[in-house]
């Protein structure tokens, strides 16, 4: 027990994405309210956004901003260790336009489907397509 | 032994396919006619084109496409694919005149997807006579399967879809629940699908697998008819008499047997099964279909279920035949292929003229018809006699040299299951000639005058029950080609 | 120019998907054709593709010149290059095929539909040609957006499945952005050759096989394998045709596309398979996937909803065919993507013309269709033999490599559930043929002369269906030579 502590201190990233994915996922599934489990879709989403960001992450690291001369600089060799790692916050860019660009099309789907049944509470919905199949 | 490479298996098997689209597109019946006799003529003549080099001991083989690493859709013609191909190339053409005369008599609708799919089971029934491999076997037993279903299922009514219903789950069910299984697990074992003269297993397989393999092939080939996998033979009779004829008589169940013996003779091989005893195995399972099989058509009133159920009686003789391993059972079992094929469908062509001319199905109704169709009963009389394996009908020939082969494999059981069967056909097939000829007092079953049946029909069941009487004086070149295919299979030359 | 194929490949379908739309707004009548010439432009490229690396081996393609690992790469190898074509000519083949429905239903939507239409196709032949493990989630999600998209734009519950589908989706691409976190963890790449070459160096590393299991969790979710496949029939039957007939060949098969190439590229064979735990677990979902969706399919009242429970079970003919580790079920696996993405687009194809002429695919509906529409009949009747696996269709071959996989590993599991869906199949489909053959029942004997009367769907929907099913019987003639020339020369020598 003594060193489940220190585990959770040192890798705390890892426990706080976990633990937002799963609040993300249980708002998905267990919700009833579609813009809800919406709102739990892009929690998730998040989760793993954060995982990428904080694994970027280096003790003692800066900004991976190189400042150089007008002309581009840089030509000196770069000390990789002083700088946190870029690349997973670029590719974080590509996927948060990507849960931006899913939001939007749920939400589109969202009011289509309001228009049509009136109602945006699943169990309502559901009830309303067993009336129909029923006639 | 020459093997000369050509197409011509494959142009015959084409032949018929070709004509389908032409069959669709005809203008009218008589030109669609015309086409299916030019088709099943052209085929007949393509067939026996390559008859002169296989009796000279020369084979014909025709890759088509490596469609498996190593394996390839393929085509040989040996002596008994040569015996196949003769027997229903030459019975479609007679088939066809009779199709003309029945379907026409009694005015049936869809008579050109009819005579589409007969075309089409015909280049099914050569493809597996022509196959050189376990796969190309397997590929147009199932290919006839789907061509022979519309046919089956020709009317259309309730009777129909349930018959093509028991069709389709015995035989497509058998054949990928077993069948398939067994070619995958040899294929696995062996890597290689040829037939050989004594067969590719042999080392490769315990005897208790191989006795399991074994006994899938025989069930698993379903159109062979061997119970309990039997029931979908006398359901199909709802097909319109031509059906049954060619197909439950000739083509469709004589391909079962045919793929059956050729697994025997050309996978598993005699000398192998005989030292594991396999053989009797299956010479069981042969009788018991034979002798169950004439026990229940001695019960049935219908004719052409009556019919139906001595036909499988008959395929269990070529298997037994086939499974005494020895050379005159082999004989007798490949040649009864040719013999029984003449004999049956003179039979079924009589029973549907009967029905085409009186509307008369059920034995007990027809009491006195000898009187009002002379040639038809005569002809009947004869096919059952060639049936029953009597003298001077070819059938006699067949199943002498069956008698010989319990002989010499000294398994006297089935000289006696053999003896009692015949006995039994005798039972069930003679009654009918009988009470069609003889009682005269019972005449007034017929108020209305029954004509004898149009030309069309009549003149079919003629030249096949007179080819049962020739091929008794002359079984060639039937009898050549069974002997050539089991002194292949032996390995010394028969005498 | 032919060494800019593997750009061009992508790069026509996203360019024209943006000019298609816009097209709307100048000229509504350009939009087809250019359509249906940047679908044929791309088809072109794509054999070209193919008959390149059949010739001189794979291709690596830097975009932008950018040198990997740095850049993103296109790789075209033994395995997609057949994969690329076959993607593309269901594509054309669907495009012709729902010309007339695009046209009823989607008239004043017709260049935003035709644009979603190529953005998909843009995002499936990205995913495919690839050789960047992020890149594939970017252009997953492309494809994923545009087909719910596609899928939502329908009537009745369209929106609702579509929208089901979609959080499905989104679970299953994070999990897979989530699996390639870790591999970037353990790795410090995202190239695709690049990993491969370092994940024997870290041969025991939980890290490593989190990733893989978490990618394949992912992938799995979004192929709708057993028990992830909920969203699959109702997104799939309640889709309009015209979107039907591209999104259910696509779709899932790319996925295992992906899986295949993951497993085998990324992860290479010694790591994917070096679990047994974890490949036998994964052969008794495919096991439970084929066994549930042949069972399910048999309780379907309406034609379409069949259809996609037969996907269901196909999913689990190849993810099981995959993880049986062995050559055989590879090959299996690999050829089955292309067989049965030529099935299912005949069988998509065939529905929609029924549903155009008789506006249900209700079996009631189906009677007497044998004679009302023959030449759909013929092309859907092909579909199922391949289905039910009857040579000479591909159908019959990819099974025989499955089984024979099977009989290998000595899954017999697998092997049973492999016959046992085939003999389905046969009931599901007989079942079909019996109601458009037989009913309506004739009174007496059925002596008329006069069927149902001819009425045939047009040209346009016939026409791509006939070619589709002869493609069945083409692919299963030439199936020797696919798996020698192409299938087995992708399959890397670490598998047995």
């Known amino acids: ?135 | 032994m020459e093997l000369l490479y050509s197409a011509k298996p494959l142009a015959a098997i084409l032949v018929s396919f070709f004509v389908v689209p032409i069959i669709f597109s005809a203008k009218s019946e008589n030109v669609r006619e015309a086409w299916t006799f030019v088709a099943a003529i052209l085929k007949f003549t393509i067939v026996l084109s390559m008859l002169p080099f296989v009796l000279k001991g020369g084979e014909i083989a025709y890759t088509l496409a490596e469609v498996l690493p190593g394996l390839a859709i393929e085509f040989k013609v040996d002596a008994f694919g040569m015996l196949f191909a003769l027997v229903s190339s030459s019975l479609w053409i007679v088939t066809s005149m009779y199709s003309i005369g029945y379907m026409r008599t009694l005015k049936e609708h869809g008579q050109t997807r009819y005579y589409a799919c007969f075309a089409l089971s015909l280049s099914a029934t050569l493809g597996v006579a022509f196959a050189g491999n376990l796969l190309t076997l397997y590929l147009f037993y199932e290919m006839l399967s789907f061509a022979t279903y519309p046919l089956v299922t020709h009317h259309q009514d309730r009777e129909a879809r349930s018959s093509g219903r028991k069709y389709i789950t015995y035989i497509l069910g058998a054949s990928i629940g077993l069948v398939l299984p067994a070619m995958l697990v040899i294929y696995s074992q062996t890597g290689t699908f040829e037939f050989a003269p004594q067969g590719f297993m042999n080392g490769h397989f315990s005897q208790g697998a191989m006795a399991v393999l074994l006994l899938m092939f025989v069930f698993g080939f379903a159109k062979a008819g061997v119970m309990p996998f039997h029931s979908w033979l006398p359901a199909a009779m709802v097909a319109p008499t031509p059906v049954s004829a060619l197909l439950h008589a000739v083509a469709v169940v004589k391909v079962g047997v045919f793929c059956v013996a050729r697994v025997i003779t050309g996978v598993f091989g005699t000398k192998m099964l005989a030292d594991m005893g396999l053989g009797t195995l299956v010479c069981y399972v042969a009788s018991f279909t034979i002798i169950v099989s004439s026990l229940i058509a001695l019960s049935q009133d219908g004719l052409k279920r009556r019919l139906a159920f001595s036909t499988i009686g008959q395929l269990s003789y070529i298997i037994l035949g086939v499974a005494l391993l020895s050379p005159s059972g082999m004989t007798g079992g490949m040649l009864h292929i040719a013999m029984h094929a003449f004999g049956k469908i003179t039979l079924f062509f009589c029973a549907g003229a009967i029905f085409a001319a009186s509307g008369i199905k059920n034995i007990s109704e027809m009491v006195g018809i000898g009187r009002r169709m002379p040639f038809t009963m005569t002809a009947f009389l004869l096919g059952s006699l060639s049936v029953i394996g009597l003298p001077p009908l070819g059938g006699f020939i067949s199943k002498w040299n069956l008698v010989i082969g319990t002989l010499e494999s000294g398994q006297i059981f089935f000289l006696f299951v053999l003896l009692a069967s015949s006995l039994l056909n005798a039972a069930y097939f003679l009654p009918i000639s009988y009470k069609a000829f003889f009682c005269t007092d019972e005449e007034a079953m017929f108020e209305k005058k029954v004509d004898e049946v149009p030309t069309w029909c009549l003149v079919p069941l003629c030249i096949t029950a007179t080819c049962s009487v020739i091929f008794f004086f002359y079984p060639q070149p039937f009898l050549q080609l069974a002997k050539m295919t089991v002194s292949t299979i032996i390995g010394a030359p028969m005498p | 120019m032919t060494q800019h194929f593997p750009a061009l490949l992508i790069i026509i379908p996203l360019l024209s998907a943006l000019i298609v739309s816009a097209m709307g707004w100048i000229d509504r009548r350009w939009c087809f054709p250019l359509a249906g010439a940047s679908l044929a432009g791309a088809l072109a490229v794509s054999v070209g593709l193919c008959a390149q690396v059949m010739a001189a081996g794979p291709i690596v393609y830097k975009m932008a010149g950018w040198r990997p690992p740095i850049g993103i790469v296109y790789v075209i190898d033994y395995l997609n290059a057949p994969v690329l074509v076959v993607i593309l000519s269901v594509a054309l083949l669907n495009l012709i095929s729902a010309k007339t429905w695009i046209e009823r239903d989607f008239a004043e939507k017709l260049s935003a539909y035709l644009g979603l239409y190529l953005l998909f196709l843009a995002g499936m032949v990205g995913i495919v040609a690839t050789g960047d493990a992020f890149n594939l989630y970017v252009l997953l999600e492309i494809g994923s957006l545009t087909g719910y998209a596609l899928i939502g734009l329908g009537k009745e519950r369209a929106p609702l499945s579509s929208l089901n589908y979609l959080f499905m989706g989104t679970i299953g691409a994070s999990f897979y952005l989530l699996g390639i976190g870790y591999i970037y963890i353990a790795t410090g790449t995202l190239n695709m050759a690049d990993i491969a070459r370092i994940v024997p160096t870290l041969a025991g590393s939980g890290t490593l096989f989190l990733a893989l299991v978490i990618c394949m969790a992912g992938l799995f979710v979004k192929m709708a394998l057993f028990p992830m496949h909920g969203w699959l029939p109702n997104a799939y039957s309640n889709a309009p045709s015209a979107s039907a007939g591209l999104i259910a060949p696509l779709t899932t098969k790319v996925m295992i596309y992906a899986m295949v190439r993951v497993g085998l590229t990324v992860f290479t064979p010694e790591f994917t398979f070096s679990r047994a735990l974890l490949s036998e677990a994964i052969v008794w979902l495919a096991v439970a996937a084929i066994v549930t969706g042949s069972l399910l399919a048999l309780m379907q009242r309406r034609l379409s909803r069949m259809l996609t429970y037969i996907i269901v079970a196909e999913v689990g003919y190849m993810v099981g065919g995959f993880w049986l580790g062995n050559k055989a079920g590879v090959t299996g696996a690999t050829l089955h993507i292309i067989n049965d993405a030529a099935m299912t687009l005949t069988l998509f194809m065939a529905v929609s013309a029924i549903i155009w002429k008789l506006g249900s695919d209700r079996f009631e509906d189906l009677q007497g269709l044998f004679g009302k529409m023959p030449f759909t009949m013929t092309g859907f009747v092909l579909a199922a033999l391949a289905v039910i696996g009857i040579p000479p269709t591909c159908g019959f071959f990819s099974k025989w490599y499955l089984i024979t996989g099977g009989i290998h590993a000595g899954q017999w599991a697998f092997v049973a559930a492999l016959l046992f869906s085939s003999l389905v199949n046969a009931v599901l489909f007989f079942r079909i043929f019996e109601i458009a053959f037989f009913e309506p029942f004739a009174e007496g004997h059925g002596h008329h002369d006069h069927g149902p009367a001819l009425s045939e769907a047009p040209v346009t929907m016939v026409v791509p269906l006939l070619l589709a099913a002869l493609s069945l019987i083409a692919l299963g003639l030439y199936s020797g030579d696919i798996v020698t020339k192409l299938i087995q020369l992708a399959i890397p020598a670490g598998i047995a």
Request: proline residues 3%; contains cysteine.
């Open chain 1, 1 to 135: 027990m003594t060193d489940l502590l220190p585990l959770l201190a040192a890798k705390y990233n890892y426990w706080i994405y976990t633990i937002l994915m799963m609040v993300g996922l249980y708002a998905m599934i267990a919700k009833n309210n579609l813009v809800k489990k919406i709102i739990g879709m892009n929690i998730f989403q998040t989760a793993i956004i954060l995982f990428y960001v904080s694994i970027a992450y280096k003790k003692g690291g800066t900004l991976p901003i190189i400042m150089g001369d007008a002309h581009g600089g840089g030509h000196a060799a770069v000390h990789a260790a002083d700088y946190i790692n870029p690349l997973p916050h670029c590719l974080m860019l590509t996927a948060i336009v990507v849960s931006v660009a899913t939001l939007g099309v749920a939400l589109a789907l969202a009011i289509k489907i309001f228009r049509q049944y009136g109602t945006l509470e699943e169990d309502d919905i559901n009830h309303q397509i067993r009336m129909q199949a029923g006639q």
